[in-house]
């Protein structure tokens, strides 16, 4: 699926590449994410966040909890109001002790896209992460980058990273997106936004 001579090519954009092939087969990954939603519904560390859906796909071994709490979100930085103080979030995430699939995965499709980029790439968490219609998360940083899949989108989701936005196609394209600067990710569309968001920890 993903080899690890993928070539991965930079864009027009500062804090984006990607895979110069398109080796994800979206409506597989699709299916299997409207199955598990069907069956268990998603997560969240905060009912009160109402625009934060997430399905984790990993965990640390043997350990229901790792995909709990703060763990679904992960620790970033903010600047929640109009004062120039950066404020830190949420404890920080063993994301390399994130080894083992959720049971729930295990023989899918998502495992072996999860496998693939494990043998591409150093990786840590890996999530399903949706977006409802028109809503955005908050303008932050994370400590790592990003790999995204994206699985349903439309013409109106936007990452916007530092003064750049680009718009993802959901086309079998990976992407990685340097999250170390500050973004946030709107849904301008009509429509449920859902990536399949895997960190990406540096070797």
């Not at 796909?57 to 992960?74: A, C, F």
């Not at 830190?88 to 496998?115: Q, W």
């Not at 990976?174 to 946030?184: K, L």
Request: with cysteine; charged share 30%; hydrophobic share 30%.
């Amino acid at each position: 699926m993903i080899k690890n001579d993928s070539i991965i090519v930079n864009t027009k954009y500062k804090y984006l590449e990607h895979t110069l092939n398109k080796p994800i087969d979206i409506p597989r990954l699709w299916n299997e994410y409207i199955w598990f939603l069907d069956d268990y519904g998603t997560v969240t560390d905060d009912p009160s966040i109402i625009d934060f859906n997430a399905i984790c796909l990993n965990r640390k071994p043997g350990d229901e909890k790792s995909i709990t709490g703060g763990n679904v979100r992960g620790k970033y930085w903010t600047y929640p109001t109009d004062a120039p103080v950066e404020q830190e979030r949420l404890p920080y995430v063993d994301e390399e002790s994130y080894t083992e699939i959720c049971p729930e995965f295990e023989g899918t499709y998502t495992e072996e896209v999860i496998k693939s980029l494990a043998s591409r790439w150093k990786i840590g968490r890996a999530r399903f992460l949706m977006k409802p219609p028109r809503s955005c998360l908050s303008w932050h940083r994370d400590p790592e980058r990003r790999i995204h899949i994206p699985v349903k989108t439309n013409l109106g989701c936007r990452m916007v990273i530092e003064e750049e936005a680009f718009h993802m196609p959901a086309n079998g394209t990976i992407y990685i997106t340097d999250n170390r600067v500050y973004h946030n990710f709107f849904n301008g569309g009509e429509e449920n936004r859902v990536h399949l968001v895997v960190t990406l920890l540096e070797k």
